[in-house]
């Protein structure tokens, strides 16, 4: 079974710029996530999607990022535009239904921002 | 105080030893528990995934809950240097939408 996979592994911009994040969840997986890990830290959530509806999206800062799950399988998480603080891991998982449901991980994109 | 507490070490072991690592959490709602290993530059993969109060084991993986005490541990048997990586507990509450609260990690070198 193919895992969560991200792309691009890493990015370097420079601020101001606009950046974007894509995800192909594991097969099945009907809801998504997209996490911030910082240096250090363990993932803080930014936004749940249950199929294509976004059910979570509470500690997703709005005036800059934003989030599409289109037909329900992939996604993309937009940045623009970056500022100093959002270098970071941008990590995605996927689980399989509702509920409290085992989340699986991608490797992440590494976002670096000059 | 963060919902979950996790000691970021480093803790450094000899190859073979028993390893404990250990959170604790404030949240009295947290049901679902769970132990991540995440290698650098490589994205959580999860270990153990336990219920409520009680022990699970795996290979030379043993999870332990402890609700009263608000304290959970994942143990280690016979350390391997492939071992070493930073390890991250994550908890979640019952119709909480599967949202999971990390505790920061601890970072675990075995030495052979």
């Known amino acids: 079974e193919a895992g969560v996979v991200q792309s691009p592994r890493y990015k370097i911009i420079e601020k101001k710029q606009p950046v974007a994040f894509w995800c192909n969840p594991i097969?099945?997986?009907?809801?998504l996530y997209w996490y911030r890990q910082n240096l250090g830290q363990g993932p803080e959530l930014l936004i749940r999607y249950e199929n294509e509806e976004a059910v979570d999206d509470s500690q997703l800062p709005k005036d800059r990022f934003s989030a599409e799950r289109l037909k329900g399988v992939d996604s993309t998480l937009k940045i623009q535009p970056a500022e100093l603080g959002d270098s970071a891991v941008y990590l995605c998982?996927?689980?399989?239904?509702?509920?409290?449901?085992?989340?699986?991980f991608g490797d992440g994109t590494r976002l670096s921002i000059l | 105080q963060k919902e979950v507490e996790q000691d970021p070490g480093p803790l450094s072991v000899p190859e073979g030893a028993i390893v404990s690592l250990n959170c604790t959490y404030s949240?009295?709602?947290?049901?679902?528990f769970m132990w991540y290993r995440q290698y650098s530059r490589k994205g959580p993969e999860l270990l153990m995934y336990?219920?409520?109060?009680g022990n699970k084991e795996d290979g030379r993986f043993t999870a332990q809950v402890d609700k009263s005490s608000k304290y959970i541990s994942l143990f280690i048997r016979d350390s391997q240097p492939s071992d070493s990586a930073t390890y991250l507990c994550a908890m979640s509450a019952a119709n909480a939408g599967n949202m999971l609260t990390f505790g920061g990690g601890t970072r675990l070198m075995v030495k052979p």
């Open positions: 336990t219920y409520s109060s």
């Open positions: 998982a996927s689980s399989q239904g509702g509920g409290n449901q085992p989340q699986h």
């Open positions: 097969s099945g997986h009907n809801t």
């Open positions: 949240n009295s709602a947290f049901q679902y």
